[in-house]
């Protein structure tokens, strides 16, 4: 009886651990979009709509998305903007948050990055062991002065950890021996942060 409820307790953790995983970003996200467009709506909103003379019903998301997209200009055109620079100086100095803004923003740009920086595609390797299986991301090909020494086309492949994958190991594979697998980056991304929790679904 006694081992019939531990093994009950067990699965009782291993899932609310996993509704934990699920539910603590979507949270997050949402408070945060929430919060974000209450604070726009109070401080925007009375003085234009004094200013046009009329109500505009929806204008803290409409400014909040213009906000964002301008956000995303800058960011996009102007990467060394001094705005972006002071802003980020600034969160170096509080622990909380740059232990948070930091490893977001970088994984945030290595996937979402241009060609030159972004995950090509999602492989599967035999690493560290042969027999053992483990998801990779193709950075770059043809290192020639590899490739000249080995004799095959060689691929750098970055293998991520969990559950920090901006942290990992750059191995150089042939190509002929990784596995193409048919998953999108963002997939694999969060197959990795959670742990094979957030497993992709079949045909996405």
Known sequence: MKSV?????????KIFLAGLLVMIPLIITVYSVLWMLNKVDSIFRRPIEELLGFTIYGLGIIITVGMILLAGVIATNYADHKLFGATEYFFKKIPIVRSIYFPVKQLTQTVYGNVNTAFRKVVLIEYPTPGVHTIGFVTS?????VEDKTGKGIACVFIPTTPNPTSGTLVLVPEEDMIVLDMCVEDAVKLVVSGGIAKPSNGE
Do not use: A, Q
Request: net charge positive; no cysteine.
């Open 5 to 13: 409820v531990k093994r009950m307790l067990k699965e009782i953790r």
């Open 141 to 145: 090909t043809g290192v020639e002065s």
